[in-house]
T-cell receptor, first 111, second 113 residues
């Protein structure tokens, strides 16, 4: 039972354009959501998070949107840069306990 | 600070062999976790610990043992390796209550033949 799903295994975007990565969840008890970025041969690194009491959180070029009624969150990167090419994982937790991760989306930024 | 360190980086085992994946952190974090990453499956939690002497099972604990005798170390033991345990293993640590402060190690790539 996959509680957090990233249905797009890969995404290709032109440099300078907007990248939108999507994530869906099924557990209504999740109250904290995170995005991690992973380069090859490295561990994931924290990118941005959002609490369930908010619907948007912004940090520089990165914005996360949360739609609780649809149980959907998205990560917007604008403008996209070559260094953004990586695998992105969304994750969720209930009560700051265990993190449940999605399958990941491989983002490729083309020059 | 070294953060979260893992050894070895790579390991090849034969079916039935045992080994221990080492994980250490120098941030005095109470929470530590082990994940495995498989293609199309994302990161799945194997075992976790909320403090020295306290461990619990995650999503995929079968075939793995853990112990937490100190705050710094959280080794993962494979008692009898199986090809299904071929994966990349990540250790992570964080402070309690703040999920976004979770730091991951660089990973151990394990192949079981």
């Amino acid at each position: 039972d996959q509680q957090v799903k990233q249905n797009s295994p890969s995404l290709s975007v032109q440099e300078g354009r907007i990248s939108i990565l999507n994530c869906d969840y099924t557990n209504s008890m999740f109250d904290y959501f995170l995005w991690y970025k992973k380069y090859p041969a490295e561990g994931p690194t924290f990118l941005i998070s959002i609490s369930s009491i908010k619907d948007k959180n912004e940090d520089g070029r990165f914005t996360v949107f949360l739609n609780k009624s649809a149980k959907h969150l998205s990560l917007h990167i604008v403008p996209s840069q070559p260094g953004d090419s990586a695998v992105y994982f969304c994750a969720a937790s209930a009560g700051a306990q265990k993190l449940v991760f999605g399958q990941g989306t491989r983002l490729t930024i083309n020059p | 600070n070294a953060g979260v360190t893992q050894t070895p980086k790579f390991q090849v085992l034969k079916t039935g062999q045992s080994m221990t994946l080492q994980c250490a952190q120098d941030m005095n974090h109470e929470y530590m976790s082990w994940y495995r990453q498989d293609p199309g499956m994302g990161l799945r939690l194997i075992h976790y610990s909320v403090g020295a002497g306290i461990t619990d099972q995650g999503e995929v604990p079968n075939g793995y043992n853990v112990s937490r005798s100190t705050t710094e170390d959280f080794p993962l033991r494979l008692l009898s390796a199986a090809p299904s345990q071929t994966s990349v293993y990540f250790c992570a640590s964080r402070r309690p209550g703040l999920a976004d402060t979770q730091y991951f190690g660089p990973g151990t790539r394990l192949t079981v033949l």
